[in-house]
């Protein structure tokens, strides 16, 4: 080593000997074996933890109108703001005026177009897109929209439904329980 | 090393053999460190609450949503035949069982209540319940479950879909077929 003098003399330093490496072992490898046992440990715990296919989410507004839809967010009390409503429906019902398909009825409430399915559980969600696109264009400053569903109707058609409020700019969806109940 | 080679009549002849090297192991690790990085990133203790759950046909959605930060949990599944609840999958009844049943109602109540009372008071708005539904189950069932989290205090509710861009062209197709 640079500072080992075996005669006993005393050892002088000087600059140009410091800079020798005469007598210095050759770099060693650092030892990655304990960083590998710890990888190897580590990551097959991590890849069980992950999941590949993770599901996405939609979230739901709420409002309280006495049919047990919630009281959350976007709630509005008792009176409810003057918006866009689809109404999912799954059985004929002449009395209430109830068809197997989707009725939109726009805020002033006299305007209503009615969508009916095109098959048994096919909704017409090609024309439900284009209905909602147009009243974009025409109630722009709203966001919100009303959901009425019956209770027989699927849950992917609610889903499907609330999914194309969204992507058309009615962002706050609120969920609502139908007043017109099926008389069984 | 070496080895020693031999024929009659000539003289012996010692092949220097070279030492074997240590196997680099340096690129092996710059790769486990990009996937230990990647893993760390991607590795949420939420995610496990919403896994894809195999036995389940999910609606799939163009939209999705990222869940609230710091939300607090709660998972209920509704298969066709089961209602689970939580991240012990209690289970609960049939979906059918929890609509007639006001007892079963109440069971679900209790545990919603219990897993709010758990959530510290000041992260009660955190409180988030994803409801996991079998896309061929009617709505009322989803509406049930809805209802009771909503009286008990759940103000965020997330429906847990598949993402899948262009649904309504698959959808159309099928529908023409």
Known sequence: MAGYNPSGARKVYRPSEARQQNGQTAPQEPNLVPIMNLFVSIIPFL??????????????????????????????????????????????????????????????????????????????FDRLNSLLIDLKEKYTDTAEIAVI???????????????????????????????????? | MSSITSQKGTRQVRRKIEDVKS?????????????????IKNVSMDAVKINQLPDMKYPTTITTEKLMENAMVTPVKLYMDRVLLGIGNQYLGTPQEMVESADVRTVMQNFFSTEISEIPEDKLSDACLIVQADADLPCGYVTQIVSVGTSVGYGNIYFATLEEADWLQSYRTASNL
Not at chain 1, 83 to 106: C, N, S, W
Not at chain 1, 151 to 170: A, E, H, M, Q, S
Request: hydrophobic share 40%.
């Open chain 2, 23 to 39: 196997l680099s192991i340096t690129s092996l690790l710059d790769v486990l460190t990009i996937i230990l990085v990647f893993l």
């Open chain 1, 47 to 124: 890849i069980m933890m992950i999941s590949i296919s993770q599901v996405a989410l939609i979230a739901l507004s709420f409002t309280s109108d006495g049919g047990g839809g919630g009281t959350g967010e976007g709630g509005g009390g008792g009176a409810q703001a003057e918006i866009v409503e689809i109404h999912l429906m799954l059985k004929e019902l002449t009395q209430a005026e109830l068809f197997p398909g989707m009725e939109v009825r726009e805020p002033d409430k006299t305007t209503i177009h009615k969508i009916p399915w095109l098959s048994e559980d096919v909704y017409d």
């Open chain 1, 149 to 184: 569903v019956h209770p027989d109707v699927l849950y992917d058609t609610l889903i499907r439904t609330i999914d194309l409020c969204k992507d058309n700019g009615f962002v706050t969806v609120h969920y609502r329980n139908p007043k017109t109940q099926y008389i069984y």
